[in-house]
C-alpha cells in the first residue's frame, strides 16, 4: 500500500503509542472501519415521522398484482422434491 511520508509518520507513530507493529495497527483500524461502514449499510435510520409513515404504509393493503399473483400460483421451471 502507497501511503504519503505523512501517513507515513503518523501511523508509525500511533502503532508505537499502542505498542503494536504497523501492520497490526493498520488492519485493526481498517477492520474497525470496515465493521462501522457495514453496520451502517445494514440499518436504516428513520425520524419519528418518517417510521410512522412506513408502519401505516405496512398496515395499508398492498395493491393488485395480476401478473404476481399468476406466476405465484403457477409450477416454476425447476421440478420440487
Not at 445494514?42 to 393488485?64: H, M, N, P, S, W
Request: glycine share 6%.
Amino acid at each position: 500500500m502507497r501511503v504519503s511520508d505523512r501517513q507515513e509518520r503518523i501511523l508509525r507513530a500511533a502503532a508505537e503509542v499502542t505498542g503494536e507493529t504497523l501492520t497490526g495497527f493498520v488492519l485493526a483500524a481498517a477492520t474497525e472501519r470496515a465493521e462501522t461502514v457495514l453496520e451502517r449499510a445494514e440499518r436504516i435510520d428513520l425520524g419519528a415521522e418518517a417510521f410512522e409513515r412506513f408502519v401505516t404504509a405496512l398496515d395499508q393493503r398492498g395493491e393488485d398484482m395480476p401478473v404476481v399473483r399468476r406466476y405465484a400460483s403457477s409450477r416454476g421451471p425447476i421440478p420440487s422434491r
